[in-house]
């Protein structure tokens, strides 16, 4: 176990930050952020959200040896907004966090569709990232922050999201939810809920990457919104959930572990945001991709096992502190 110094980080930012902005694109667009990341043919496979000049996003694959730079990034959309026959596409395609199915072969796109109704949750399975098939909406409006667990449980698939409650004042929330095909879900559940009041995740909650299996657990890395007189601040933190039943929380964090301090992540299209939407594990070392303020892509890493050792230690779960 590596044991994490008093004060010191758990995340190191890259000091090359950030690894991709607009102008590193093929094309003219508004910003490149939010990129699901997974290692494919032993690279690093960025599906980056990119935002056009109209405010429309789309995705696009990037790829590289070292999954820190030499990015070589394709010249045309590989998942581009098709609202003549996905209406639920008509403001664009964001946020994709992707799954690999080994039981499949295949990888899992979990993305927001952004409709005339609101956001919503839409799926797409690729084999190679060039050709994708679309299962269109399976989540109504207004949904997001969501992604597919890579295996089944009891026989269902099981996936993470964000209903946000047309009820104003209860709080948007993290739930899971169950599937046998994984286009008609049910067996919804709140998962974690956004704390209230002063707290760093106190109203608003979300899955940031994909649920990561763990020898302790499934691993979450979560957003939490705070509301302040200066807008809103996007900060990170970690739960972990049982391997067998998923619907059990074992631990959440008390403190958040990954806050908005350089310039690329406090000044941009939307100031003070961190929203990592991919992260690749090899040996001990984390690699977590993450959107800076809506405008660029940046990268930072961790130790696995320091992660889930402060976790242990921070877990508000077996503090004796009334939350609510
Ligand atoms: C969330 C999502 C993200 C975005 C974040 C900050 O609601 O829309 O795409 O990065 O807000 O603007």
Redesign the pocket.
């Given at each position: 176990m590596v044991s994490i110094k008093k004060f010191e980080d758990l995340f190191k930012r890259y000091e090359g930050n950030p690894i991709i902005q607009a102008s590193d694109l093929p094309y003219r667009a508004n910003s490149v952020?939010?990129a699901a990341a997974v290692a494919v043919d032993n690279e690093t496979l960025l599906l980056m959200?990119v935002e056009d000049r109209r405010g429309i996003s789309h995705l696009t694959v990037a790829r590289s040896v070292d999954g820190i730079g030499n990015w070589r990034i394709e010249s045309s959309p590989a998942l581009a907004p098709e609202p003549k026959s996905h209406p639920e596409e008509i403001w664009g395609i964001?946020?994709p966090r992707i799954t690999r199915i080994d039981e499949l072969g295949l990888w899992v796109v979990v993305y927001?569709a952004y409709s005339r109704g609101g956001?919503l949750v839409a799926l797409a399975t690729t084999e190679d990232f060039k050709t994708f098939r679309r299962m269109g909406a399976v989540m109504p409006p207004e949904d997001?922050?969501a992604a597919l667990f890579p295996v089944r449980f009891g026989g269902r698939w099981a996936m993470i999201h964000r209903p946000v409650s047309v009820f104003t004042g209860m709080g948007a929330h993290i739930w899971i939810s169950f599937s046998p095909d994984m286009k008609h879900w049910g067996g919804h559940n709140i998962l974690l809920r956004a704390r209230k009041g002063a707290w760093w995740d106190a109203n608003k909650i979300?899955l940031s990457p994909p649920p990561l299996r763990t020898e302790r657990g499934w691993l979450l890395l979560y957003?939490g919104?705070r509301m302040t007189s200066g807008g809103?601040l996007?900060r990170l933190g970690l739960a972990l959930l049982d391997l067998e039943d998923p619907t059990k929380v074992v631990a959440r964090s008390d403190e958040w572990v990954f806050s908005p301090e350089e310039a690329y992540e406090t000044t941009g299209?939307?100031d003070k945001?961190v929203?990592p939407c991919g992260w690749i594990v090899e040996g001990d070392t984390i690699r977590l991709y993450y959107?800076g303020a809506?405008k660029c892509i940046a990268l930072a890493t961790a130790s696995l096992s320091g992660l889930l050792e402060w976790l242990e230690s921070h877990n508000q779960l077996n503090q004796d502190i009334i939350v609510e």
């Open positions: 952020f939010n959200r964001e946020d927001t956001p997001k922050d979300g957003h919104v809103c996007y299209d939307v945001v929203f959107g809506d």
